[in-house]
């Protein structure tokens, strides 16, 4: 899709600007260290929807608190789906987001498995270009640092019945962010839980919503309380195959060059920086592979000396080392515990063509402004 279509498209959201926007002076100071989600525009865009009716009321309008009735079906019922996506400015000023067409396509997808009503692409890249056009001063400039955008959907009806809810709103917010882990981009310690999974075949693993990441919480506790910043988590049905951690994708690098990920199976969310990740490696000519990868495989590698990376992705952490793995029976370090090269060519690579420092051959660049 090209600007001028997106330029048509953001013309359908009314803008209602905030009558107390922040200083440019404090936005300026929020600008220069900005920290992962704790700080948000001055504006939200928004659509809701009614049964009967479809999408109607496009509108940019001022951020600020939700008014919920009690009986709002979204907290008895968790029927809620989002996304994560970012907006990036260029040398030149312009500011461009990364495949939000693939943001759209599963933010449908995760619709469909909550009995939530499905929002059209076109809808989806008219309100973040709406709200990045109303907010483009919030989009920051420094080194890492990017606009992180949250789209997200949740069941509105006001109904204590179990069944689909009759309303929905759909929003999206905007927080300046730089690096997602403290320490930047530093290998990280991973804990595999062998007592929790995150999802089961035939749940809601492969849709993007909240109770998959409710469910990681405690898991994720335990591995703080074991000096780890991430957990690991493995397939529900036989406790011996590695999935994803809480919130990113795994890749294994071998000592040969080749790379694995755990395959698809339902349960794993399908992340848009893992699938140009592979599109990057395959171009590489290095031998690819989503297969299932037993933990003890895992382990037996990083031991010999036949795994010679593991890495992590996401839109927050975009790709992030793996120095240590964890267990109850086991803790290695992978390789020398440093970032491997592998890792670190990919993720310059896509950060590369995500700041526009590089050339976008994919046509993966969509801009906003």
Not at 319 to 330: K, Y
Request: contains cysteine; aromatic residues 8%; proline residues 5%.
């Amino acid at each position: 899709m090209s600007i001028s279509d997106t330029t048509d498209l953001h013309a359908s959201f009314e803008v209602h600007r905030s009558d107390s926007p922040r200083p440019d002076a404090e936005r300026e100071s929020l600008l220069a260290t900005p920290k992962f989600g704790t700080v948000f525009t001055d504006h939200m865009a928004r659509v809701s929807w009614t049964q009967g009716l479809g999408w109607h009321d496009r509108r940019v309008e001022k951020y600020g608190p939700l008014q919920l009735d009690p009986a709002t079906a979204v907290l008895h019922y968790a029927q809620e789906i989002f996304e994560g996506m970012k907006a990036y400015r260029h040398d030149d000023g312009s500011v461009w987001t990364f495949r939000p067409w693939a943001n759209a396509e599963r933010l449908q997808r995760s619709a469909r498995r909550l009995a939530l009503p499905e929002l059209s692409t076109e809808d989806f890249l008219a309100s973040v270009t709406a709200l990045v056009r109303t907010d483009v001063d919030w989009v920051p400039s420094g080194d890492e640092t990017s606009l992180y955008l949250r789209p997200f959907m949740y069941a509105s009806e006001a109904f204590l019945g179990v069944r689909p809810s009759m309303q929905a709103e759909y929003l999206v917010i905007a927080s300046p962010v730089g690096s997602y882990f403290a320490g930047g981009v530093q290998p990280v310690s991973i804990w595999v839980s062998e007592d929790y999974a995150r999802a089961a075949a035939g749940g809601t693993g492969a849709a993007k919503c909240g109770g998959n990441y409710a469910a990681s919480l405690l898991p994720q506790q335990e591995a703080y309380a074991r000096g780890c910043e991430q957990v690991c988590f493995l397939d529900a049905a036989t406790g011996t195959l590695i999935e994803e951690l809480g919130g990113m994708n795994v890749f294994v690098v071998g000592a040969d060059g080749s790379v694995s990920t755990p395959r698809l199976t339902g349960s794993i969310l399908e992340g848009v920086t893992r699938s140009s990740i592979l599109e990057l490696l395959r171009e590489d000519g290095r031998e690819v592979t989503e297969r299932d990868i037993p933990l003890t495989e895992l382990l037996d590698g990083v031991r010999d000396g036949s795994v010679a990376e593991v890495f992590a992705c996401g839109t927050a952490a975009v790709v992030t080392p793996i120095g240590r793995l964890a267990g109850t029976d086991f803790d290695v370090t992978v390789a020398d515990g440093s970032a491997g090269p592998v890792m670190q060519s990919i993720r310059t690579r896509l950060t590369d063509i995500q700041y526009g420092r590089a050339a976008d051959p994919h046509g993966w660049m969509h801009r906003l402004v």
